[in-house]
């Protein structure tokens, strides 16, 4: 029976689209973590909504708390007008990036002036940001609306969309109205970007590019955070800051402590006798053994 049951199982990862669980937590945020993407935000009919996504906030994201201040340092000095870092598939960049976010607004609904990191306090210098799943293709006309919403102008920022005119000039205009402080900006975060981009790396579609020589442009506050399985390669004199330690650190896997934290929880050590120094010996030494992804 157990042979057959494995048989069963290998055949179903071969012939379709399946996950499988340890327990009924996992389960459980497998299954949100799913549905987070087809879920309709919360609808407000007036006011700012300064932060707009579907990452799975609602988790507790194991460790990355290097990689994650790498990633406000970074956004908070926005020397660079786009950033990215990239990983293979299923090691951790939608669920660190849900990681900044959930650093970047405690509560879901607004962003917080300041955060303290490992090496000290900084000022996020954020005033909004708006995240899209790019598995979910991405239409202009929604950008703009969504972008409409962080400040309360969803309505105008469609009229806009809706103008004739450059596509360029209707992008100015709202990358405009997105930067009245001057001291904050605003971010624009793209997840899963790799279905965007063609075999050379490049973004195939042509409105999406001109929202790209927006941001590259200038003469805003606007900036933008691309995460995918590759880096994005634009024009020349468009070059993205890619943050080559984040990504690396994704590629190698969760910190042995780390992982060994997350086992613990997760109950790997149900069944191990001993104290807990030597079942975090055990532990530690499976993790020593093991590609250590989420």
Known sequence: GAEKLKKFKERLLTDRVVAFFDSADDLKAKVIQALV??????????????????????LDIEGREVECAAIMRAMSE???????????GGFGKTALLAKVVQTLSPD???VVEKVSLPDGTI??????LLHFDCRNDIKLSELFAKAGKLI????QFEDIYNTDGSLFDKLQEIFGRLSTNPENRTWFMFDNFESMLN?????????????FSSVFSGG???????????????????QVKELETVGGNLF???????????????????GLNGSAEQVDAVLREFSERVHRIP
């Not at 309360?152 to 309505?155: A, L």
């Not at 490049?202 to 409105?207: R, S």
């Open 37 to 58: 993407p087809y879920c309709k935000p919360r609808e407000i009919s007036s006011g700012p909504q300064p932060v707009i996504h579907t990452l799975p906030t609602q």
């Open 78 to 88: 926005a020397k660079h007008r786009v950033y990215a870092f990239a990983a293979p």
């Open 108 to 110: 879901g609904q607004s």
């Open 123 to 128: 000022e996020t210098h954020t005033s909004a």
């Open 152 to 155: 309360g102008q969803e309505k």
């Open 199 to 211: 075999d050379k790396s490049e973004v195939v579609d042509p409105q999406l590019r001109d929202f």
């Open 220 to 238: 805003h506050n606007v900036r933008s955070l691309i995460v995918g399985r590759d880096v994005p390669r634009f024009s020349p004199r468009e």
């Open 252 to 270: 190698g896997g969760l910190p042995v402590d780390d992982c060994v934290s997350f086992l613990k929880k997760n109950g790997a050590a149900k």
